[in-house]
């Protein structure tokens, strides 16, 4: 019991992190736009289908999906996130607040999910994957993309020159994904990894990009009070390690893109 309330407090503080960051998130999604780009060749080429884009944010790719396809679904944890999408975005578009790991969706009623860089952020994994091929008919498809572990590797080690706190969430590995994937009802067709290197002027810079995107959310218990002005310093100090000689700080996101099918039963 108390596991799944201190899961459920997780998954309301990310909804308020990206919730807080629905208005100047579409600025900050360089990234979201580049990942969420690389998937458009793996998309059916059929229109009569029923989409999922799950978590859908801003609900940028929910538009493009929605001039494809015939009915278009745009579901997100936040609030906020919702109402931005559903002033900004195509009016043929259903929009619904819901959980990944608890979909408000009849079984068998999707044909393909499409999601960006979102279950990153699922915890436990497993019980979203259920629930994605739960939703999805026999043959559909989820095309996702997620970041995996490498990301954000030059601010994870910088920080850890100075405490021993958690400031960055745990990715999964390849490996992990693949295992997930491969089961008796799912397989990965088709995965690909790729390095991303962002450039920022400054660390403070990359952090208030994270903030924009709502990101920056790790799991309270583990973020134990709020890093202080001195331990930020020190951090920005090991983060020159990096700096590259035109006096660019990178940051590495490693992108990982898969298409899966649901198996027939
Ligand atoms: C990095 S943003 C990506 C948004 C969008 N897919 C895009 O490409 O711009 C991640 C989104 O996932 C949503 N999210 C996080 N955890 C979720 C969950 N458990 N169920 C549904 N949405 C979730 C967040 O609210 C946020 O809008």
Redo the contacts with the bound molecule.
Sequence with gaps: MTAINTLDTT?VN??K???SA?KS?DIS?RL??F??KNLMPWLPNRNDLTVL?????????TDLLSGSYQQVIG????TK?LNYAKEKRSTDITWLE????KLPLKSESIDFVY????IQ??DPLDV?IKEILRVLKPGGLFIFTTLVKGTLHELKSSWAQVDDDKHVIDFKNETELNTLFNSSTSVMLEHKCQDIVLEYENVLHLARELKG???NHVPSQMNRGLAGKEKWFKMTEAYQDFLEPSGIYPATYRVYSGQVVKLND
């Design positions: 998954r990310i909804a992190s990206f919730g629905s998130y999604a979201q736009r990942s969420g884009d799950l978590g859908c944010g801003t609900g940028f790719f579901l997100d944890i936040s996130m819901g959980d990944a790991h999601s960006n860089l979102v952020w699922c979203a995107l709502g990101a």
